[in-house]
């Protein structure tokens, strides 16, 4: 299948900094990405959907002005999570949907800020 | 709000088949079926999806009847390393986002 890879892995950092992660489709071009959050031992949650070449939507209750996402270009989606506290502290994990209508997930980033 | 029913837990043993059913009665017409398998702090893994009747690949297979409201993902021989969570999403080819259920936690015990 198609490989979406995620980058960091797992992140630690200062309450107050930002954190920048990085989500590649590696084999296929994606017009769409999409965030997703994960708390320990729940479901994942949609938090926002990332088209290329414009603005992303968020989901009701998510902060764009938290979570900035930038999709440049039709094989990388970034989520920067800005002026981190702990609560922002969760699994974040990325997913491109290619042509097969297929969504592939990237392998998640553990943030923990503390 | 999620579109699909699954069970919160099933128990097994190794080499047993196991079939986990998933209820999506609102399901739409261009509406595909996809399951997924999750292991702790790892990302979604796809494992099959399908339209209709009855879809085989060579981990899972995948039953949808003709009123497409329910379907089962059929694991043959389930070993302990298939001991994951495993979601069943309803979506479209419209390009939206899959909305994640609370999914199926499937412990398998030798």
């Known amino acids: 299948g198609a490989v979406v890879s995620q980058h960091p892995s797992r992140v630690i950092c200062k309450s107050g900094t930002s954190v920048k992660i990085e989500c590649r489709s590696l084999d296929f071009q994606a017009t769409t990405m999409f965030w997703y959050r994960q708390f320990p031992k729940k479901s994942l949650m949609l938090m926002a959907t990332s088209n290329e070449g414009s603005k992303a939507t968020y989901e009701q209750g998510v902060e764009k002005d938290k979570f900035l996402i930038n999709h440049a270009s039709l094989t990388l989606s970034t989520l920067t999570v800005t002026s981190a506290h702990p609560e922002d502290s969760s699994f974040y994990i990325c997913?491109?949907?290619?042509?097969?209508?297929?969504?592939?997930f990237g392998a998640g980033t553990r943030l923990s800020v503390l | 709000l999620a579109k699909t029913t699954q069970p919160i837990s099933m128990d097994s043993y190794e080499g047993q088949e196991v079939n986990i059913t998933c209820s999506h009665n609102n399901i739409a017409t261009n509406d595909y079926i996809t399951w997924y398998q999750q292991f702790p702090s790892q990302g979604p893994r796809f494992i099959i999806q399908?339209?209709?009747t009855k879809v085989t690949n060579e981990v899972a297979s995948l039953f949808i009847p003709a009123d497409r409201k329910s379907s089962t993902l059929s694991l043959p021989r389930v070993s302990l390393s298939d001991t994951a969570v495993y979601y069943c999403l309803v979506g479209s080819s419209s390009g939206t986002a899959l909305i994640f259920g609370k999914g199926t936690t499937l412990s398998v015990s030798s």
């Open positions: 399908g339209y209709k």
């Open positions: 997913s491109a949907r290619e042509l097969a209508y297929i969504q592939y």
